[in-house]
């Protein structure tokens, strides 16, 4: 037992620094509690976490530990859950630990009590943790917790090292010989980054295992790796930094001055009072300006405005014709208001002469290129302009008169001509490299991705991995699963259901039953997910169902093909067409007890006012009356600050959430597909020829039966996929998609023909029985 027993049973999660889950009865707080108690194992009465761990007192059995003198004792694993005895280790262990422990002498202080020992094959070295500290030697906390002697301990092998004068410690900058010892560690991935041991233990405990990587190249998984095997505790927690409260609360203060050259309030610049005219509105593009409402002209709150140096900047950013903007495709025209080219604009600039081509530009790429520009006497044209024009309105729904038409089309031009896919991108950046798996059971498959999404411990900005269970294999066994297959899945499972009403374009329905189980809170929050981490969109959405969430309802008008009761819709038709007042008042008394009930009643003087009691009906079946489930869906689709950004940019979002994916062709296909090297030329002209075929419909499959074979969707994310797909050839019978790396494994054939009817059949057989097991639940 003195060599020390390999700890197979030892939980890797009693490695954890995070302990809320500790039991209750573990209590610090005691005066003079822990700082005269001595640790059972080393006998010691010192408390410093970074060298011996957490300080622990079970006042019921009176019993004191240091965390890693328990964690790295031979003869000891955790049996209990966290919460039961100390971190999961039984009371009844850790005195027979003890027990064990008082037989074996330390061979640094020769006083018994020794219960780590040496994993080394026949040594007999056993010794306490801070004597082990002390002789420098090695305690590994990973896998079977081992811990080597000063003569067995692992060491850094050096090739070659061509510095001979010092070299800084990269994390305390202190000078220290390049030499590898125990005190100083060298970088696995960085030739000319070394460490003071002890600067790297501080840091790996402030860090975790989240933020913990080479300070050079910022490698994680290869320099965690090698740290771990020098015997560098890593908690698996997150960083000291995300977990001191209110460690940000400076970035959550609002400015609240109003920066507008002529101030109309009486009580001040600072004065601000909300849902008020002198509510103070940040600008939309630094949030370091502000303005009253009433100061700028604007109606509401939700109207946009920016400040002067942010419009000088749109403005100029306009004008400029030579940077390519980040993330258009094609150089955009930006069309003048007015009709006689060379005149100039409100705003100053000239107008591009006829076939010019004016470059759009991304507002944060030019912050820096830009300076304040000078405010200059404006022309006199037949636009109505005051003296707080820079400050005036710019509304997201245009306004009719031509000064606010043109500051619309300027403010397009730099703001809401963003591509979709570099919004999405921007929004995934939120997303942690920390996995949380999804079990999903298909049999049950709505079920289970409401129980993951409503867990507790799931966390949106985590990397979600998909795990398939099934409840009738006894065994447990989890097969991993494609993230964007399931969020596909989960997006046709969401337009399926009885959430919306509607053929092709959908709303929002009225489900009491679904608004009790917050289930409009759930969809909008999967809608969200799906978006940020890669899924597809939804592309089911009504145009009406998309204004009331990027303009608010209050600016949204419904049209008649919202309304999918089949009997409203008469009504409202019966009203439309009715020839007389006689005739409309004979209506209303048919339908009187309804008019009544949604309270659109009203005095009828002349048959023009049928158009205000169909607009009434129409407003309250298609808005009104699904408010509530509409404030349910909005907070789910703020997740990862979703429905922001669709706000921001509505026209960008407009189109995936209302369309669907155009359709695939030969080349789209061809082009996303990447071929690993080393492929068979002859195969890969065989693929091609398919893609052809396939698109002039001379085979059995379609394009987006070959995608979804591949990779689980039927369409391209706005985002794009990560992996990118990609092909390799290879000797076999028949296709193979591995969806969860999106990689196409193509037969090597001797003709065509075989390869396409491989194709076909493996394709065509393999969604049909997918086809056939989704059936049961979608």
Same mark, same amino acid.
């Given at each position: ?10 939980s890797?999660?009693?490695s ?10 573990m ?12 640790? @059972? ?45 100390v ?10 630990? $003890? ?47 081992? =811990? ?11 090739t =070659? ?8 410690c990269t ?5 220290? #010989? ?7 560690l ?40 090698e ?79 920016e ?10 950013? @306009?004008?400029s014709?030579? @940077? ?13 208001p ?11 600039l ?5 076939? =010019? ?19 200059h ?45 570099t ?10 490299k ?39 294999d ?13 969020l ?28 009790? #189980? ?8 999967m ?29 949204t ?16 038709i ?6 007389? @007042?006689?005739?409309?008042?004979s ?34 079946? $298609?808005?009104?009356? $699904? ?16 429905l ?30 990447t071929?690993?090297t ?9 693929w ?7 698109e ?29 797909? =990609?092909?390799?050839?290879l ?48």
């Amino acid at each position: 037992m003195a060599c020390g027993a390999a700890r197979e049973g030892k939980s890797d999660t009693a490695s954890l620094e995070l302990l809320p889950s500790a039991p209750r009865k573990m209590n610090e707080s005691k005066p003079g509690g822990s700082q005269n108690s001595t640790c @059972v194992f080393c006998r010691k009465n010192d408390d410093c976490p970074i060298k011996y761990g957490e300080k622990k007192t079970n006042e019921k059995w009176n019993l004191t530990v240091h965390y890693y003198c328990l964690l790295m004792s031979s003869g000891i694993w955790q049996r209990g859950k966290e919460e039961e005895g100390v971190y999961g280790f039984l009371i009844e262990d850790i005195r027979k630990e $003890v027990t064990r422990a008082s037989k074996l002498k330390c061979s640094v202080c020769k006083k018994t009590g020794a219960s780590i020992g040496c994993v080394a094959p026949r040594c007999k070295r056993s010794y306490h943790f801070p004597c082990g500290l002390q002789r420098e030697c090695i305690f590994q906390f990973t896998g079977n917790f081992a =811990s080597f002697c000063w003569k067995h301990r692992p060491v850094q092998i050096i090739t =070659s090292n061509n510095c001979r004068d010092s070299l800084l410690c990269t994390i305390c900058l202190e000078f220290i #010989e390049p030499i590898p010892t125990y005190s100083v560690l060298r970088s696995p991935c960085c030739k000319n980054a070394w460490f003071h041991r002890d600067c790297l233990q501080v840091q790996a405990i402030n860090a975790g295992v989240f933020f913990f990587r080479c300070t050079l190249c910022n490698n994680s998984d290869i320099f965690q790796k090698e740290m771990l095997r020098m015997g560098i505790h890593i908690p698996e927690k997150d960083a000291s930094w995300e977990l001191e409260e209110n460690a940000y609360q400076e970035l959550l203060q609002h400015y609240e001055h109003c920066d507008v050259r002529r101030c109309r309030c009486k009580e001040g610049r600072d004065y601000n009072v909300p849902d008020s005219k002198w509510e103070i509105k940040r600008c939309q593009c630094c949030g370091s300006s502000g303005t009253h409402l009433a100061c700028s002209s604007l109606q509401s709150w939700e109207q946009n405005w920016e400040c002067c140096e942010c419009r000088s900047i749109l403005y100029s950013a @306009v004008a400029s014709n030579s @940077v390519q903007p980040y993330g258009l495709q094609a150089p955009a025209r930006l069309l003048c208001p007015w009709d006689s080219p060379g005149q100039e604009c409100w705003s100053r600039l000239p107008c591009p002469p006829p076939g =010019s081509n004016v470059r759009l530009l991304r507002l944060p790429a030019l912050a820096g290129e830009f300076q304040k520009a000078k405010k200059h006497a404006l022309p006199n044209t037949n636009v109505g302009i005051n003296d707080c024009l820079l400050e005036e309105s710019s509304p997201k729904l245009p306004r009719q008169s031509p000064g606010d038409q043109c500051k619309d089309l300027l403010r397009q031009g730099s703001k809401f001509r963003r591509d979709i896919s570099t919004l999405i991108i921007e929004l995934g950046f939120q997303v942690k490299k920390r996995p949380k798996k999804v079990f999903i059971n298909k049999a049950n498959f709505w079920n289970s991705a409401l129980d993951g999404f409503r867990n507790q411990n799931f966390n949106p900005s985590y990397t979600i991995e998909i795990v398939y269970v099934n409840e009738n294999d006894h065994f447990g066994r989890e097969q991993p699963g494609s993230k964007q297959e399931f969020l596909s899945l989960l997006m046709q499972q969401l337009e399926n259901s009885s959430l919306f009403e509607g053929s092709l374009s959908k709303n929002l329905s009225l489900n009491s039953q679904a608004l009790k #189980e917050n289930l409009y809170y759930e969809a909008g929050k999967m809608v969200a997910i799906s978006l940020v981490h890669g899924g597809p969109s939804p592309g089911f959405f009504s145009q009406t169902l998309f204004n009331c969430l990027a303009y608010g309802p209050e600016n949204t008008q419904p049209i008649l093909d919202d309304v999918s009761d089949f009997d409203v819709a008469q009504i409202m038709i019966r009203i439309n067409t009715a020839a007389t @007042v006689d005739d409309l008042n004979s209506l209303i008394n048919d339908y009187y007890k309804y008019l009544e009930f949604i309270g659109c009643l009203r005095l009828i003087t002349s048959i023009s006012d049928k158009y205000m009691l169909a607009k009434d009906i129409l407003v309250y079946h $298609v808005i009104k009356r $699904v408010q509530a489930p509409f404030e349910s869906f909005k907070q789910g689709l703020k997740t990862l600050g979703v429905l922001e950004k669709i706000q921001t940019y509505p026209e960008a979002f407009f189109h995936i959430f209302c369309h669907k994916p155009e359709n695939l062709s030969a080349k789209i296909l061809s082009d996303l597909f990447t071929v690993h090297t080393l492929s068979d030329v002859q195969t890969l002209g065989f693929w091609n020829s398919y893609l052809q075929a396939v698109e002039d419909g001379k085979s059995t499959v379609t394009m987006e039966d070959i995608l979804i074979f591949a990779t689980g969707c039927k369409s391209i994310p706005p985002a794009g996929f990560k992996p990118n797909p =990609s092909i390799e050839c290879l000797h076999m019978d028949f296709p193979v998609g591995n969806k969860c790396d999106n990689c196409l494994a193509l037969p090597i054939t001797s003709t065509y023909k075989e390869f396409q009817e491989s194709m076909d059949f493996a394709i065509k057989n393999t969604l049909r029985l997918e086809k056939e097991e989704n059936s049961h639940f979608i």
